[in-house]
């Protein structure tokens, strides 16, 4: 279930409303540059782990070479 444009704007009133207008922005900021950090740790995570599966796949074929 998708909320509806009311439902958005009361949320958006709410947080206008505790964190006041000035603040908004520099927490839109905080969240983006959070999300950035966070996409850019998982491609670092993925491009690691995509070279250990590449050194073990190596080493494998090695170890098939030695024995034939």
Known sequence: MRPGLWQILIVVLII???FGAKKI???ARAL???SGEFKK???EGNEAAAGKVDEIKRSL???EK???
């Open 16 to 18: 206008a409303l505790v």
């Open 25 to 27: 922005p520099e927490i």
């Open 32 to 34: 983006g540059r959070s």
């Open 41 to 43: 740790g998982l491609r």
């Open 61 to 63: 074929l090695e170890e």
């Open 66 to 68: 030695e024995k034939v």
